[in-house]
């Protein structure tokens, strides 16, 4: 199963076989334990659910505790489900680790972005802002007109306003694996990946990685 559960380390640079260096994201990618396996004649659709970063048991609930305790799992931090094809078949209670990847692979990242607060239309859609001159003293920033007046009286449904930025569900697609450290769990992704350091990730096989390799001309 081409999937696992990370941490977000930080990022770094790597030199590639040519002597040039690549920005690189490093995670801190499992291991990761399969805790619950779902199925079309019971659930009504094939997953599995992983579980990821082992922690004191004080800091789970009871109910956490019994669910993993029925595959004698350790306590995990952060439980999380994806799809299986139909080709793929797992057991409860199965270890996945980092070398599932391989370099050269694409993947897709889903992160939760930064929490930016409470902020305007210039920080949170480019706004371009009022004039600086011609007795404008305290519009530089402000969104402009949001809505007609007689017509069509309303403001639209969906209008670009202020308000809170960010701590959002994110997924950053067709990043290329450049490196995989099974011996420390960690791998590393050419460019950025949502959210700050520490946070969670899910890694998963690109959806689209065929038609990028297409459009770049690869093999």
């Not at 050269?104 to 920080?123: C, H, P, T």
């Not at 950053?172 to 946070?199: C, I, K, T």
């Amino acid at each position: 199963m081409k999937a696992i559960l990370g941490k977000k380390v930080g990022m770094t640079q790597i030199f590639n076989e040519s002597g040039e260096a690549v920005p690189v994201t490093v995670m801190e990618a499992g291991p990761c334990y399969v805790t619950q396996i779902k199925t079309l004649e019971k659930d009504g659709y094939r997953a599995a659910q992983l579980g990821f970063e082992e922690v004191k048991a004080r800091k789970l609930s009871a109910g956490e505790k019994g669910h993993l305790n029925q595959s004698d799992l350790p306590p995990l931090r952060h439980l999380r489900e994806v799809p299986l094809s139909e080709d793929e078949d797992l057991e409860e209670g199965q270890r996945i680790a980092v070398d599932v990847f391989e370099v050269g692979e694409y993947v897709d990242i889903v992160g939760v972005s930064k929490g930016r607060g409470f902020a305007g239309g210039v920080k949170r859609y480019g706004f371009a802002g009022g004039p600086k001159t011609h007795g404008q003293s305290d519009r530089h920033r402000a969104p402009g007109s949001i809505g007609g007046t007689t017509h069509t009286s309303k403001v639209w449904k969906g209008q670009r306003m202020p308000g809170r930025m960010g701590n959002e569900r994110v997924t950053a697609q067709n990043l290329r694996v450049e490196m995989v450290d099974p011996e420390r769990n960690l791998l590393a992704v050419h460019g950025s990946v949502p959210g700050a350091r520490g946070g969670l990730v899910e890694i998963k096989r690109a959806r689209k990685s065929s038609e990028l390799r297409k459009m770049r001309g690869e093999s």
